[in-house]
């Protein structure tokens, strides 16, 4: 049997640990706590996109979203849900959803605001309560 020289251990050793860096910085750590919460979401909408693009929340909280548009009258549904509020520049709308379900959802802007309206589109991620 062949024995393993002591640079080679090393190399591999390096090599291992780069790639469980790697592993873990990709990891999801978005998921903001173990047990479902009551939340407040500012949304801010502009030039055909939404500001946070992508919201995490685990399996039972009740979000608050605060819509905010600076430009056009913009508008967010969320697919797969009964949700859609509206809010004028200057003049912010609320509405409250609960994460009941889990997956991926994508909302929208639920407003014909222009020629990019098509791809104004976001991500909501609902957790299995877990913190990774």
């Known amino acids: 049997m062949r024995r393993v020289s002591g640079w080679m251990k090393r ?4 090599v ?3 790639l469980v860096g790697l592993a873990t910085a990709f990891m999801p750590l978005h998921f903001p706590s173990e047990e479902p919460a009551v939340r407040f979401i500012r949304v ?6 939404f500001s946070p693009g992508e ?3 685990n399996s039972g909280d009740m979000v608050t979203i605060e819509l905010v548009s600076t ?3 913009h508008g967010l549904s969320v697919d797969g849900y009964d949700f859609n509020i509206i809010a004028e520049p200057g003049q ?5 959803i609960i ?5 991926v959802f994508r909302f929208r802007c639920s407003v014909a605001c222009g020629n990019l309206h098509p791809f104004m589109i976001g991500k909501l991620v609902v957790g299995p309560n877990v913190t990774l």
């Open 11 to 14: 190399w591999i050793g390096l």
């Open 16 to 18: 291992m640990l780069v």
């Open 44 to 49: 801010e909408t502009s030039a055909y996109q």
């Open 55 to 57: 919201i995490y929340l």
């Open 71 to 73: 430009d056009y009258v």
């Open 92 to 96: 912010p709308a609320r509405g409250t």
């Open 99 to 103: 994460a009941d379900r889990p997956g």
